[in-house]
């Protein structure tokens, strides 16, 4: 029971490059989130979802988006890397009738 | 819209001491939940206490507890007996009871526990 893992731990890119990130859960959680932590800044939802097939814009989506073709996979897709992009990225889960997010491991991402 | 305030970006504690970490929150909604969530430095994001709204007792979880004050929109953290393990960064979080889905973070304290 891996719980939620991410993937990739660690990239750095280029302006311009684009990059997946891969959130798997085997929870059979409904509710998915993408969050990005700066210093300073706590945790911001980038998006999430409440189920497969659906998604929705959280407080900071711009240049990111995202897709829940799977029940136990979200993916946050950068098209166009800017240096601001430049964060740790963490996928959270929740059950639907739950309270408690269940947080990945992070991945941290330089944009140079 | 609701916000999560989190005034002390640091605070350090002697070891086996007492350490209040603070929190305030502003909404307009009379049900909803309140967590303190660990970051210690691996990153992971672990849930240290949950409070429920409507709930008037103050949740407890070993040497972790909170002082929920709903009149003044305050949630503190109160760590006991201050162990090493305890350093690492403390996120307070708030979520609506229904109808959204969204958790709002406050801005964390970097919690240091001297030995």
């Known amino acids: 029971n891996a719980g939620v893992t991410q993937t990739p731990k660690f990239r750095v890119l280029k302006t311009g490059q684009s990059m997946t990130l891969l959130c798997a859960q085997d929870m059979n959680h409904e509710y998915m989130y993408w969050y990005r932590q700066d210093p300073g800044m706590g945790l911001r939802l980038i998006h999430y979802?409440?189920?497969?097939?659906?998604?929705a814009k959280g407080e900071v989506p711009d240049g990111y988006n995202v897709s829940r073709l799977k029940k136990q996979n979200f993916l946050l897709g950068l098209e166009s890397a800017a240096p601001s992009q430049t964060s740790v990225y963490f996928c959270?889960?929740?059950?639907?009738?739950?309270?408690?997010?269940?947080f990945g491991p992070g991945t941290r991402l330089t944009v140079l | 819209a609701q916000t999560v305030t989190q005034s002390q970006p640091e605070m350090s504690v002697q070891e086996a001491e007492t350490v209040t970490l603070s929190c305030t929150y502003d909404t307009s909604e009379s049900d909803y939940y309140l967590f303190w969530y660990k970051q210690p430095p691996s990153r992971q994001m672990i849930l240290v206490i949950r409070?429920?709204?409507?709930?008037?007792q103050n949740a407890t979880e070993n040497r972790f507890s909170v002082n929920f004050q709903k009149a003044a929109k305050s949630f503190s953290l109160k760590i006991s007996d201050s162990q090493l393990g305890d350093a690492a960064m403390y996120f307070c979080a708030y979520r609506s009871r229904g109808g959204t889905y969204k958790y709002i973070f406050g801005t964390g304290t970097r919690l240091k526990v001297l030995a």
């Open positions: 979802s409440v189920g497969e097939g659906t998604t």
């Open positions: 409070q429920e709204a409507y709930k008037q």
């Open positions: 959270a889960t929740r059950t639907s009738d739950g309270n408690e997010q269940f």
